[in-house]
């Protein structure tokens, strides 16, 4: 640890070259991560709340909520007992007052059942023409109290309450009745279909052309969810890579450098095993200083964003990261173990 | 006087078969506690190949080496390497100080990985002796080639080793600083009873020095009063 420092500190141009360069990957991969926890999470955060892990929907809808509809036969057939209905529509919410237009979804629920959200300010919803929203709206112009038309309705719905983090398809959730999802789906409420049943036991009878997925099922069938994510994933991945390859080679070459210096150690007498000490500690120092220097940008830049930007900072999948990088850039010292290992004192005589 | 090294029919050839090369003859050598050895000799003719298998840094092809009455022919790299820490202090040509390091963390490195501390007494009697003690932390890159070469002995000296081994230890010195050098190998062996070798071209040295050996194409012998005269004619 002591030649480490001492070498940092006496080449600190040098070294500053490989802290800035820890820096930038990792502000980089941090800010990748946020930015793709944000945007998986704005795609599911309402189905993630569903209270169960099994649903039952049309067999044609190929798994996307968006496009099933099951009929009040199907649901008689199924077995109901545990399950709760679950009725979604796309739609635009417009402000009254401002004709603000937010594009949105329809959840008719029962309100007082198993669907019911959290209520985060206001209340909730007491009949047709009262809904609950998700609070991202108020980002997008729209508060509680306001009066909104739904898919240019004349009917107008009043924003009784707020819930948190209950958004579908990257746009936020308006909870309300069955009745109203089936007025504004179906274009009459006399229409008994839903779309999906939720239940928290698998559905032991499933009826013809439906079919049961569990909740993951229906998320990584959200479309382009997991286009999106394996994008990231992949660009994050790669980011890690690099951050082995760049770090492994700076290394490599700082070690190259040194060769002679460390023949005469060897002469000496000092054991190999604390040159390779050193490597490490010197790694693991500016591997730790950059992440750190590289977080706390990401914490400054998080301060300036936008708060429509989908940007979500999972602490555990941070530090996760931030561990990745630095065990990566650790195993990119490895490069230059055999060079050490095969340090040969009499290099320090420069023999004849 | 105690012998420190002993050398028994060690001989060094690099390669096999035709691209064989014989850097050492069957060598025998012995340095006693206390004698400053100088080697002199052309440039190929074998020193530093000697040099380095007294020092353990290589192993003979051929013989036996014993340091201090220990046989050292079967260590592993790991004892040789404790071996050259305990034994031996290393002075080379070009001085080859860390560079990062002061005066004083070059010496006290040693210490952070033998986990036993000098006294700092030691270290700035050692100082005093070498007249750098105004440099103690100074970074090599700001001392004259004379003051890194004592630096360099210093080093060597600090792990208070019983044998110092020398490889043209003058060579970036002008003729004051390397006659003071010398006069200063000779007092370490003479005075704390410690063998110094030393490697060296410069023939105008060899005044302190007890024995001289010649090497000529990796055959070692002691130089007599006779070859003395010889050498220092030429030399002037």
Redesign the interface.
């Known amino acids: 640890m002591?030649?480490a420092y001492?070498?940092i500190?006496?080449?600190k141009a040098r070294y500053l070259l490989v802290v800035v360069t820890f820096v930038l990957i990792s502000y980089l991969v941090f800010f990748l991560t946020g930015l793709a926890t944000g945007l998986a999470r704005n795609n599911r955060t309402a189905i993630d709340a569903l209270p169960g892990n099994y649903v039952l929907m049309s067999k044609y809808a190929n798994k996307n909520l968006l496009s099933s509809t099951v009929t009040k036969q199907q649901v008689d057939q199924a077995d109901t007992h545990q399950a709760a209905l679950l009725g979604q529509v796309s739609v635009v919410a417009e402000n009254t007052k401002t004709n603000q237009k937010v594009n949105s979804n329809i959840f008719g629920v029962n309100l007082s059942g198993k669907l019911r959200p959290p209520v985060t300010s206001g209340r909730m919803p007491e009949n047709s023409n009262e809904v609950l929203a998700d609070d991202s709206v108020l980002h997008y112009g729209l508060h509680q109290g306001d009066h909104i038309t739904l898919n240019g309705s004349d009917q107008k719905y009043h924003i009784v309450g707020l819930t948190h983090d209950r958004l579908f398809y990257t746009v936020p959730v308006f909870y309300t009745t069955l009745t109203t999802f089936r007025q504004l789906k179906y274009g009459q409420s006399r229409v008994q279909n839903v779309s999906v049943l939720i239940s928290p036991h698998a559905f032991k009878k499933v009826p013809a052309k439906m079919e049961q997925v569990t909740r993951a099922t229906l998320i990584n069938n959200i479309p382009g969810y997991t286009a999106e994510t394996s994008t990231f994933a992949l660009m994050i991945g790669a980011m890690i890579g690099i951050m082995l390859l760049i770090i492994g080679i700076f290394m490599y070459i700082l070690t190259i450098q040194k060769i002679?210096?460390y023949g005469?150690?060897?002469?000496?007498?000092?054991?190999t095993r604390?040159i390779i000490a050193a490597l490490f500690w010197q790694i693991l120092m500016l591997a730790v200083v950059g992440v750190a220097v590289g977080a706390g940008l990401l914490m400054l830049t998080e301060l300036i964003l936008p708060k429509t930007m989908p940007f979500y900072a999972n602490s555990i999948l941070f530090f996760s990261i931030a561990t990745a990088l630095i065990v990566m850039s650790l195993i990119g010292g490895l490069f230059s173990l055999r060079r050490i290992l095969r340090i040969d004192?009499?290099a320090?005589?420069?023999?004849? | 006087m105690a012998i420190l090294i002993q050398l028994k029919q060690v001989s060094k050839t690099y390669g096999t078969g035709h691209t064989a090369v014989t850097?050492l003859y069957p060598t025998d050598f012995t340095l006693k506690a206390g004698e400053f050895a100088a080697i002199i000799g052309p440039?190929?003719?074998?020193?530093?190949?000697l040099?380095?298998i007294i020092?353990n840094?290589?192993r003979p092809s051929n013989g036996q080496i014993i340091v201090n009455h220990q046989d050292t022919t079967h260590l592993n790299e790991?004892q040789r390497?404790?071996?050259?820490?305990?034994t031996?202090g290393?002075i080379?040509?070009?001085s080859?100080l860390?560079?990062?390091?002061t005066v004083k963390?070059q010496l006290t490195?040693?210490d952070?990985?033998n986990h036993h501390h000098k006294h700092e007494t030691t270290m700035s009697a050692l100082f005093d002796m070498l007249g750098i003690s105004n440099l103690v932390t100074n970074?090599p890159a700001a001392l004259s080639g004379g003051e890194r070469q004592r630096v360099a002995i210093a080093?060597a000296l600090y792990?208070d080793p019983s044998i110092i081994l020398a490889?043209e230890p003058t060579a970036s010195l002008d003729t004051k600083r390397a006659l003071q050098v010398v006069q200063l190998l000779a007092d370490i062996a003479h005075h704390s009873q410690r063998g110094v070798m030393m490697i060296t071209h410069d023939t105008r040295l060899l005044d302190a020095v007890d024995t001289v050996y010649e090497m000529r194409d990796g055959h070692l012998k002691t130089l007599t009063d006779e070859g003395m005269r010889k050498i220092k004619a030429s030399a002037i």
Do not use: C, W
């Open positions: 002591f030649l001492k070498e500190t006496h080449n002679s210096m005469v150690m060897r002469a000496q007498g000092i054991r604390a004192p009499l320090a005589i420069g023999g004849e | 850097a440039s190929g003719s074998g020193k530093t190949t040099l380095t020092g840094l290589q790991g390497t404790d071996l050259r820490f305990n031996f290393f080379l040509q070009a080859n860390i560079p990062f390091l963390d490195l040693v952070r990985f970074y080093r792990n490889d």
